[in-house]
Structures are given as C-alpha cells and as structure tokens.
Antibody, heavy 120, light 112 residues
Framework: EVQLVESGGGLVQPGGSLKLSCTAS????????IHWVRQASGKGLEWVGR??????????AYVTSLQGRFALSRDDSKNTAYLQMNSLKTEDTAVYYC???????????WGQGTVVIVSS | DIVMTQSPLSLSVTPGESASISCKSS???????????LDWYLQKPGQSPQLLIY???YRASGVPDRFSGSGSGTDFTLKINRVEAEDVGVYFC?????????FGQGTRLEIK
C-alpha cells in the first residue's frame, strides 16, 4: 500500500524543540518532493515547507513566517523525511501533515497527521 | 506571496443538485509548460485532505467524474454535479506555481 506515516508529535513547552518524521512505504520515496502542511484546530491549511529530491540538491523552501525556526531534511535510505522544529511557539500548535509531490501530479498522497501541542 | 481567495465560504446543497466553488489567485498561475498550477482538495470530517483536481482540470485517480475543474489565468472553478452525502467536507484550492505554496480559506459544503 502506498502511504506516508507521520510520527513524533506531542506536547512541548514554548521555546522547546520537536522533530517530526514522515516515513514512506509502497513507492519510490527518493523520486518525490515531500511537503509539510499544518492545520490548527478548526482552521484552514497552511503550507510549512518542502524538500526536493537529490537531483535537485535536496533544495528546501519554507513559509516566510517561520523565520528560520524549522528545518527540513530527508534520508532516502530510510524512506523518511524530517521536520525539525525549534523555538516552538503556542501558535505552532497544529496537526502536521506530510504529502508527496512529483510534477505534474500534486499532493496525491497525504499522511494521517501528527499532533503538536505547544503549551506550558 | 500569491493570495488565494475562495467563495463562497460555505454551501448548503440538496442531494442531486450541483455546486460550484470559485477560487481566485492574486496572480496568474500559468506554468511555463502551459498548465495552470492550481489544485483542489477535499478534507472530509476527521480525515486528511485528498486530492480531487490537479493542474486546474485533471481529475485525480479514483475521483468520480461528478467533479470537474476549470479556469485559467487567475480564475478557477470546481463544479460538483449530482452532489451526494459523501461529498460533505471542506474544499480547498491551492496554488503550487511558486513557493510559498498557498491555500484558499476553504469552502464548507453541507447537505440540506
């Protein structure tokens, strides 16, 4: 089965760090860009960032509002992408999804999401 | 950043009737290869979003032909024919022409 599974969410204090994982199965992970999208409770979807494939030098891009607090990486040998979140703020509380993309198809497979709660 | 604006923000539709959702972008979504980088997603209650339409008018695998996408430039439309109870949820448009990728606010569809 083609799927993405996020993990690593949890409760963290403001100013803390958390590292999310997105593990793929059932397809050639190395051939896809991986995007991260978050959704605060009852709110819309917000794109967080993406990491491209090796031929595109694992290029990353992020939503401007993050101000360098988050970092994306991937390990194709483990079929896993990572989202390192630092200096977390209460407004980072959300469900975090990863999704794959390879042009021209778009986000055709999403994970089930992992919950991040930033609270003291 | 490209701003995506959806309307209406909510819809109440009788089963069997049609529904349309508009999505307008703050700049053209035309890619250099001639396609429009506009997608439509449906997020059913309690679920992850699912891809309905990509490149403005191409149905994703497994999506019923009741769903269709159209538009060009900065104006796009998702049409749902013969609405069914399973179509309930929030519909989002998304531009993927450039980063940051941006979403519309979402349109909540309910069944009368």
């Amino acid at each position: 089965e083609v799927q993405l599974v996020e993990s690593g969410g949890g409760l963290v204090q403001p100013g803390g760090s958390l590292k999310l994982s997105c593990t793929a199965s059932g397809f050639s992970f190395s051939g896809y860009d991986i995007h991260w999208v978050r959704q605060a409770s009852g709110k819309g979807l917000e794109w967080v960032g993406r990491i491209k494939t090796k031929p595109e030098t694992y290029a990353t891009a992020y939503v401007t509002s993050l101000q360098g607090r988050f970092a994306l990486s991937r390990d194709d040998s483990k079929n896993t992408a990572y989202l390192q979140m630092n200096s977390l703020k209460t407004e980072d509380t959300a469900v975090y999804y990863c999704a794959r993309r390879r042009y021209p198809n778009s986000f055709d497979i999403w994970g089930q999401g992992t919950v991040v709660i930033v609270s003291s | 950043d490209i701003v995506m604006t959806q309307s209406p923000l909510s819809l109440s539709v009788t089963p069997g009737e049609s529904a349309s959702i508009s999505c307008k972008s703050s700049q053209s979504l035309l890619h250099g290869d001639g396609y429009y980088c506009l997608d439509w997603y449906l997020q059913k209650p309690g679920q992850s979003p699912q891809l309905l339409i990509y490149l403005a008018s191409y149905r994703a695998s497994g999506v019923p032909d009741r769903f269709s996408g159209s538009g060009s430039g900065t104006d796009f439309t998702l049409k749902i024919n013969r609405v069914e109870a399973e179509d309930v949820g929030v519909y989002f448009c998304m531009q993927v022409l450039q980063t940051p990728v941006t979403f519309g606010q979402g349109t909540r569809l309910e069944i009368k």
